[in-house]
């Protein structure tokens, strides 16, 4: 399969670990036979900087011409920091997946057995845990009508949606529950809110469709306590922007490092593969940047195009870095391994599991062969 790739690294640690992704499609290419073309293209403060626009009409005109696009992080302190600042990172973001029409956004949330003692929870409440939030990603109050008083007292922010909205995400939701548990779960706070109602009743019908998908329906802030208390129940989350925005990286304590968790945005015509970790400036550079979640997210790329044995290989050869105790410090404090031998270990991996279960440490410390 040939694939044109659109490269937007990024701000902070998104260039470092954006470039470990690449070097697990690039074995994956290898390893396969497939070709995968790269053009990279600017995002975030780092477009700011130099252009003056989070997201620069070059930028979108590369991503509308590729076949998915490959996303790093965007934020810097120096704009983050500012209240005041009429022009920002995030504003880059939100208009690209406008623009693209990426209306959902797919999170799977998942407790390694080899990382479970990492995590802040107990072990006899996270084993197990292994569900999927779908969060609809053009709607809602951070795309809605935004106001502030002359005097600058009072604000407000519409949450809006339409029937068509809720109804295209939710299908992929169902049928995403038919290749697992057949469960889901819609989260809302349809007991307060007029747009929470509207979804439950559009989800409530269009489950009708699916007789042999198990629908329910919590509150969003019961939903907050459930996934620390019994995460393990779930195993596919339905919900809106916001909602969803909040317990995914709520979901992210449960593997122990939010350097984990890969992303897909998905819609019509293209999707967007990201890890839903942040900039993390004060990281950047230093090679200690986690890159497992930028290299997971490129295997939900490969999976979107029904590429399933090569995704299986590279979240393969990441449980083994995994198990092989081939981390980063942030899993590890007394990790010799920084983000690009992480990386290197993981591509090598993918090139030659075949050969071989073992690994030669001493080698990956010297850069070379990382198996034996």
């Known amino acids: 399969?040939?694939?044109?790739?659109?490269?937007?690294?990024g701000d902070g640690i998104g260039p470092d670990v954006v470039v470990q992704a690449v070097k697990s499609l690039q074995a994956v290419a290898d390893a396969f036979g497939h070709t995968f073309h790269f053009e990279e293209a600017l995002v975030g403060a780092i477009a700011i900087d130099k252009t003056g626009d989070p997201l620069p009409e070059e930028t979108l005109a590369v991503c509308k011409k590729s076949d998915a696009v490959l996303f790093g992080a965007i934020g810097d302190p120096k704009y983050d920091n500012d209240p005041k600042a009429k022009v920002r990172p995030e504003q880059g973001l939100l208009k690209l997946?406008?623009?693209?029409?990426?209306?959902?956004?797919?999170?799977?949330?998942?407790?390694?057995?080899?990382?479970?003692?990492?995590?802040?929870?107990?072990?006899?409440?996270i084993s197990g845990t292994d569900f999927t939030i779908y969060r609809e990603l053009t709607g809602g109050i951070y795309f809605g009508e935004k106001k502030i008083s002359e005097d600058g007292t009072i604000a407000s922010d519409l949450c809006e949606y339409s029937e068509a909205e809720i109804e295209?995400?939710?299908?992929?939701?169902?049928?995403?529950?038919?290749?697992?548990?057949?469960?889901?779960?819609?989260?809302?706070?349809?007991?307060?809110?007029?747009t929470s109602r509207l979804w439950r009743r559009v989800v409530?019908?269009?489950?009708?469709?699916?007789?042999?998908?198990?629908?329910?329906?919590?509150?969003?802030?019961?939903?907050?306590?459930?996934?620390?208390l019994n995460p393990s129940q779930f195993d596919v989350i339905l919900t809106e922007n916001m909602f969803g925005d909040i317990i995914s990286d709520e979901g992210s304590v449960i593997g122990g490092s939010i350097g984990l968790l890969a992303s897909a945005?998905?819609?019509?015509?293209?999707?967007?593969?990201?890890?839903?970790?942040?900039?993390?400036?004060?990281?950047?550079?230093?090679?200690i940047a986690n890159p497992v979640a930028s290299i997971l997210s490129a295997a939900m790329l490969l999976e979107h195009f029904n590429l399933k044995e090569e995704a299986e290989t590279i979240q393969y050869a990441?449980?083994?870095?995994?198990?092989?105790?081939?981390?980063?410090?942030?899993?590890?404090?007394?990790s010799t391994y920084g983000t690009n031998k992480v990386?290197?270990?993981?591509?090598?991996?993918?090139l030659h599991a075949e050969d071989t279960t073992q690994v030669n440490k001493e080698n990956i410390e010297f850069g070379q062969s990382t198996i034996i």
């Open 318 to 334: 990441v449980e083994k870095s995994l198990e092989k105790g081939v981390v980063t410090p942030d899993l590890d404090k007394n």
């Open 168 to 194: 295209r995400i939710a299908h992929l939701a169902f049928k995403a529950t038919r290749s697992r548990k057949n469960k889901l779960t819609l989260v809302d706070k349809a007991n307060v809110l007029e």
């Open 97 to 125: 997946r406008k623009s693209l029409g990426l209306f959902t956004n797919i999170r799977p949330i998942k407790a390694y057995p080899t990382l479970i003692e990492k995590s802040p929870l107990k072990k006899d409440i």
């Open 265 to 287: 945005s998905v819609g019509s015509d293209i999707a967007m593969f990201e890890p839903i970790h942040g900039s993390y400036p004060q990281a950047k550079g230093k090679d």
């Open 343 to 350: 990386g290197d270990f993981i591509a090598d991996f993918i």
């Open 1 to 9: 399969m040939k694939l044109n790739i659109a490269l937007l690294p």
């Open 204 to 228: 409530t019908t269009i489950g009708k469709s699916y007789p042999d998908v198990e629908l329910d329906f919590l509150f969003v802030d019961n939903a907050a306590m459930q996934i620390i």
